[in-house]
């Protein structure tokens, strides 16, 4: 039986230290049936000609220049030129596991159509890898190997973007790389779950997830924290809000402030919790807080949750659980 044809897209942009390695593990695929389409997103090292170098030798590696400025523009320009029936994005300073296009297609093949084939990420980085990575990977992983990514898609991007693949008409039919939102990977995952595809399971690292102080998730402006929490609010509203039901916010930090910020300009109504002695009974916005056993006077509320600290977030948990809430349904983790 023959091989389905993959495409996977790769944006580059000054990456000449790692694209190499990138290169390599695509070559190395069990899967040989593919086609790679690099987009240089003008790129001023030498990253260009180590891909030139590479397409000479090998037809299924192909080479455009961005047709504009910034990933987005960079994965459309990919797009156009793919031909794949699964299409599949990489970084160009990451690394794919051997199995890495062998085991998503097996994956998808098996499910048909609107499953989302995603796999397990390890990251690394030369210097030693960061608490806060660590704990990213260990969490992405537990939700990646039950196929529940979308549980808890209002924390964080809970489906890698080096690291999944789809049928390319279920990839039109949720727009592809259409949208101009960022963080585009972030609003991608969030239209995978709109579209309803399911996650399939999967217990295998399929890909090495590279950590570095200039990557472009650490440093550019469209990735900073207010874009995630703008974006998660979109979608709650969009999807999960029941406007006849009472909105509850837990937490008055950081994260609470801005939240109730967007909330109150979309002119969206809600009570506000927390269980922090000096803030109750005060104003903040205009808005009174109340001690977090107030939810229980509420009737049937939804309630989200900006409470940073994991064992506070486990004692929430255990909160709602007692009263019978449901994940997803009555209540959501924001951070």
């Not at 790692?18 to 030498?46: A, P, R």
Request: proline content about 4%.
């Amino acid at each position: 039986m023959s091989q389905p044809l993959v495409s996977i897209v790769v944006p580059f942009k000054n990456t000449e230290a790692f694209i190499i390695e990138c290169i390599t593990s695509i070559l190395n695929q069990t899967h040989t049936n593919w086609e790679v389409i690099f987009i240089d997103d003008h790129s001023d090292d030498n990253s260009y000609k180590i891909v030139e170098s590479h397409a000479q030798t090998d037809s299924r590696i192909k080479l455009y220049k961005n047709e504009g400025s910034g990933i987005i523009d960079a994965l459309q320009t990919a797009y156009k030129q793919s031909s794949g029936t699964y299409i599949t994005r990489m970084d160009s300073d990451d690394m794919m596991t051997p199995t890495r296009l062998e085991t998503m297609v097996s994956n998808l093949e098996k499910h048909g159509r609107k499953h989302l084939a995603v796999g397990q990420v390890k990251y690394f980085r030369a210097d030693g890898l960061s608490d806060g990575f660590a704990r990213y990977e260990q969490w992405l992983n537990s939700l990646t190997v039950e196929g529940e990514n979308y549980s808890e898609i209002y924390k964080e991007c809970v489906i890698p973007s080096p690291c999944w693949m789809l049928h390319r008409d279920d990839f039109d039919a949720c727009d592809g790389f259409n949208s101009n939102i960022y963080p585009e990977d972030y609003e991608l995952a969030f239209r995978f779950y709109k579209a309803g595809y399911t996650c399939i399971p999967c217990d295998k690292v399929l890909l090495h997830w590279r950590d570095y102080s200039t990557r472009t998730s650490r440093t550019h402006e469209h990735y900073a924290e207010n874009s995630f929490l703008d974006l998660k609010v979109h979608y709650f509203l969009e999807l999960n809000y029941d406007k006849t039901r009472p909105l509850v916010i837990w937490g008055a930090g950081h994260k609470g402030k801005t939240l109730a910020k967007i909330l109150l300009k979309e002119n969206i109504p809600f009570y506000w919790i927390c269980d922090n002695p000096k803030k109750i009974g005060k104003h903040i916005y205009d808005q009174e807080l109340y001690n977090f056993d107030y939810l229980a006077e509420l009737k049937q509320p939804q309630s989200i949750v900006t409470v940073a600290n994991s064992e506070a977030q486990k004692e929430i948990k255990s909160y709602f659980e007692t009263k019978n809430m449901e994940p997803m349904i009555d209540y959501f983790f924001f951070c």
